[in-house]
């Protein structure tokens, strides 16, 4: 049975994609570049506004200038879809204040660390910050998942919060381990029907850093797109099967991520920035 759509593709979608696409592969350097990537996003009509908070903030490696290209983004789709965003650097935003006032929270390319709650978790990644998401900022996620909250991830949101046995259940249960792939690679669309992968095809390139996760989350959530291994050195895995993108619920609240993010050309990517916006109204509720 085929998914229905509150967002079908429309006509000036259609006819923007060729325009967005070169600007995807050649990256978008100014404001007015941007302006028209958002454009082909436009939605026509009146609808409720989906508040999303998006964190930025970092303990390990930073991906700076795509975190920059990502806000710019953001901000640029703010005047064309239903989306108002609010950027953030600061952990303390994950706060019960703040999370009410917001429907979806980002974690983009956000790669922290977390107050013990069960004794170490072995290894680097749990390495000691100054200020990490103590217990306090776990419990306002946890409330604002049980209230509804929609979560989305992208890229090292995956790379984040090792010692928190929560976040890795939520997110499907695997975090980085590895990324053998920096280059550009084929992405299969598992499911063509799924209202997340609406409008793509069968497959696509794009060049971007490919993580190897240590758990397989594919047992756990609904996998949309996985990694071509033969557009790949397969060998240089461990495995044959690398979902790329996924959605899935916890605790009453939707989830979507995506390993896809490292540089700042994805971010102006069809296909990625396509399911990205769908994600964010999935983890919604739209």
């Keep these: ?16 994609l ?30 409720e506004p989906i508040h999303v908070l998006v964190l930025t903030a970092t303990h390990g490696y930073r991906h700076e200038t795509a975190i920059a290209r990502s806000r710019e983004l953001l901000k640029a789709l703010e005047p064309v879809t239903e989306f108002r965003f609010t950027l953030t650097e600061d952990i303390d935003a994950l706060s019960a204040e703040t999370l009410s006032a917001h429907d979806v ?15 170490p978790t072995p290894g680097w990644r749990d390495s000691v910050v100054e200020q990490p998401v103590t217990r306090a900022h776990q419990q306002a996620l946890i409330e604002f998942l049980e209230r509804g909250g929609g979560v989305v991830s992208a890229h090292s949101g995956l790379d984040a919060l090792y010692g928190w046995p929560e976040y890795r259940a939520l997110l499907g249960g ?30 696509f390139e794009i060049r ?5 996760l240590d758990r397989n989350p594919r047992p756990e959530v609904q996998v949309l797109t ?37 540089f700042p050309e994805v971010w102006t990517h069809p296909a ?6 769908a994600g964010l109204r999935y983890a919604a509720g739209r």
């Design 105 to 119: 929270i980002f974690f983009n390319n956000s790669t922290l660390r977390a107050a013990r709650l069960d004794g």
């Design 18 to 47: 060729l325009l967005l696409g070169l600007l995807g592969l050649s990256g978008c350097s100014d404001e007015q570049s941007l302006a028209n990537v958002a454009d082909a996003y436009r939605i026509e009509g009146a609808h």
């Design 1 to 16: 049975m085929r998914h229905s759509s509150l967002y079908p593709i429309s006509p000036r979608l259609q006819r923007s």
């Design 208 to 212: 971007d850093e490919i993580y190897v």
């Design 174 to 203: 695997g975090l980085f381990e590895a990324h053998p792939w920096t280059e550009q690679v084929t992405v299969r669309v598992e499911d063509r029907t799924h209202p997340l992968n609406e409008g793509l095809e069968e497959s």
């Design 272 to 277: 990625f920035l396509r399911q990205l916006l």
């Design 226 to 262: 996985t990694l071509d291994l033969e557009s790949v050195d397969a060998s240089l895995g461990k495995r044959n099967d690398y979902p790329l993108a996924w959605s899935r619920e916890h605790r009453g609240a939707r989830v979507f991520v995506t390993k896809l993010g490292h």
